[in-house]
């Protein structure tokens, strides 16, 4: 998958600073700039993922800039502002930015937002190759080339055979596995009657991406079957 480039604008040097150095540990692709006018500059010769935007720049704020982005992109824009006032926010939001944190925020926090957006800016918007690597199904969605889970845009942290189920799952809505036939795609061997290891790894799944794991909304259970993922 290609790297994702972001543009943080912000003109305190040590927040822009810790922004940028804490998505390239992340692999992330970082451009800053630190007043309106040079934010601009770069957005004319640059393609990004995701757009970091304060409110209070210098030369160019952050208000007129949502409105010039807004004319010629649909790149996501998550504002990082110290204005915390709701009428700041709805305002903010109401020209076109997607997100909004107020200062001061958690990196853990930061990083979950810029995520989420760029998910969802990759499955509306990317590439045949990184649309290729994503499989969602209704508030799910695999990273088949990171091995990564989302429920909600949250991370699930699933083993390699609990991915493995759900992507069969997924790849397959409404179609009823037998417990030979799930052992078979999953394990890569003859089922040998091993009832007790599916049944655990489907209730560890279940347990992970259930609201409610006694009552599935999910993966179901086909009485005298085997299991299905109701797509209905």
Do not use: C
């Amino acid at each position: 998958m290609s790297q994702h480039k972001i543009l943080i604008v912000e003109d305190d040097l040590d927040i822009n600073n810790l922004i940028s150095r804490y998505l390239q540990k992340q692999n992330y692709s970082v451009h800053a700039a630190f007043n309106g006018k040079e934010a601009l500059e770069l957005l004319t010769s640059n393609d990004y993922h995701l757009i970091i935007l304060d409110l209070m720049l210098p030369e160019i704020n952050g208000y007129t800039i949502i409105e010039i982005i807004r004319k010629q992109k649909n790149v996501p824009v998550l504002i990082v502002s110290a204005k915390s006032d709701e009428i700041d926010k709805i305002e903010a939001l109401d020209l076109g930015a997607d997100d909004y944190i107020t200062k001061p925020f958690t990196v853990g926090e930061l990083l979950a937002r810029v995520n989420a957006q760029i998910r969802r800016f990759v499955l509306l918007n990317g590439s045949n190759q990184e649309l290729h690597n994503m499989l969602k199904f209704k508030n799910l969605l695999l990273n088949l080339e990171t091995y990564e889970a989302f429920k909600d845009d949250l991370p699930i942290a699933l083993s390699a055979k609990e991915f493995e189920i759900l992507r069969v799952f997924i790849e397959n809505p409404n179609k009823v596995f037998s417990k030979p036939q799930l052992y078979r795609a999953i394990w890569k061997d003859e089922y040998l009657g091993e009832d007790n290891v599916i049944m655990v790894q489907i209730n560890r799944l279940r347990s992970k991406i259930e609201d409610n794991p006694s009552n599935p909304d999910y993966i179901q259970t086909v009485w005298g079957i085997g299991y299905r993922l109701k797509k209905d």
